[in-house]
């Protein structure tokens, strides 16, 4: 069977918790001060600029939960504009990457206000997988769901679902090899070039062509987009500083 891979665009070996960060609770006991802890379903890790998200609720088959939201969400903000960081990539545990809402939580046992929590928050992190600095790495495996039905991991492809396409057995080490790729280039041009995809796309062809061709120009004002250059003119591997100083003229 195919899997999937879809690209959403260091320190020592580190695991993250999944609490709650400041916002992100409904409410916390009344005079606690202190708001309450979130269930974990979720298990992060990271290592050489890599950081991995794992939904780790496979008994649910990882449903969406507004649990499992906040989770989710306070792993990836987690410290995001450290220059350690360099690629986030999402994986499942269990043979179901996600089964999408947990219908419990949308049924009439819970209130309107619930129910807007939930697709709010949802909205929210989908947007942030845009917004991030860093690229995002959805490690998808077997099968996805597109309007209530199953359809295979070859015409997510061809509908432009997807990214790529590798057998599953191949999926970890396609998955590290582009994370890896991720690693080796400068952090601040890879935010600069992923924030302009996203902005173009609402764009018309001739402004989009007029906005990126001024990021172009932005581009080389970088010192890490002037050293680029020199290292590929010099034949040399460039010295990244990550930052989006600008190079001296």
């Given at each position: 069977?195919?899997?999937?891979?879809?690209?959403?665009?260091?320190?020592?070996?580190?695991?993250?918790r999944?609490?709650?960060?400041?916002?992100?609770?409904?409410?916390?006991?009344?005079?606690?001060g202190?708001?309450p802890?979130?269930?974990?379903?979720?298990?992060?890790?990271?290592?050489?600029?890599?950081?991995?998200?794992?939904?780790?609720?496979?008994?649910?088959?990882?449903?969406?939960?507004?649990?499992?939201?906040?989770?989710?969400?306070?792993?990836?903000l987690?410290?995001?504009?450290?220059?350690?960081?360099?690629?986030?990539?999402?994986?499942?545990?269990?043979?179901?990457?996600?089964?999408?809402?947990?219908?419990?939580?949308?049924?009439?046992?819970?209130?309107?206000?619930?129910?807007?929590?939930?697709?709010?928050?949802?909205?929210?992190?989908?947007?942030?997988?845009?917004?991030?600095?860093?690229?995002?790495?959805a490690?998808?495996?077997l099968?996805?769901?597109?309007?209530?039905?199953?359809?295979?991991?070859?015409?997510?492809?061809?509908?432009?679902?997807?990214?790529?396409?590798?057998?599953?057995?191949?999926?970890?080490e396609?998955?590290?090899?582009?994370?890896?790729k991720?690693?080796?280039?400068?952090?601040?041009?890879?935010?600069?070039?992923?924030?302009?995809?996203?902005?173009?796309?609402?764009?018309?062809?001739?402004?989009?062509?007029?906005?990126t061709?001024?990021?172009?120009?932005?581009?080389?004002?970088?010192?890490?987009?002037?050293?680029?250059?020199?290292?590929?003119?010099?034949?040399?591997?460039?010295?990244?500083?990550?930052?989006?100083?600008?190079?001296?003229?």
């Open positions: 069977m195919a899997a999937s891979l879809r690209l959403w665009r260091a320190k020592p070996s580190r695991s993250l999944c609490p709650v960060a400041s916002g992100f609770s409904s409410g916390a006991a009344a005079g606690s202190r708001q802890q979130l269930e974990k379903l979720t298990s992060t890790r990271q290592l050489d600029g890599v950081r991995h998200v794992i939904l780790n609720n496979p008994k649910k088959r990882n449903a969406l939960s507004l649990s499992m939201l906040k989770c989710l969400r306070n792993d990836i987690h410290d995001i504009e450290s220059q350690a960081l360099r690629v986030i990539i999402i994986s499942a545990e269990g043979p179901v990457f996600s089964a999408g809402h947990d219908l419990k939580e949308l049924s009439g046992e819970q209130d309107t206000k619930h129910h807007i929590e939930v697709f709010e928050t949802c909205a929210e992190v989908m947007t942030l997988l845009q917004k991030l600095p860093v690229p995002v790495i490690k998808v495996a099968e996805m769901l597109f309007t209530g039905e199953p359809i295979s991991a070859h015409d997510a492809l061809l509908h432009g679902l997807l990214s790529k396409v590798v057998p599953e057995d191949k999926l970890e396609e998955t590290m090899k582009i994370a890896r991720i690693c080796e280039t400068s952090r601040s041009v890879v935010a600069l070039g992923k924030a302009t995809f996203y902005k173009q796309m609402a764009l018309d062809l001739d402004a989009a062509y007029r906005m061709s001024q990021v172009m120009v932005d581009n080389l004002t970088l010192k890490d987009g002037q050293e680029g250059i020199e290292a590929f003119i010099q034949k040399r591997k460039p010295t990244w500083s990550h930052s989006m100083t600008t190079a001296c003229k």
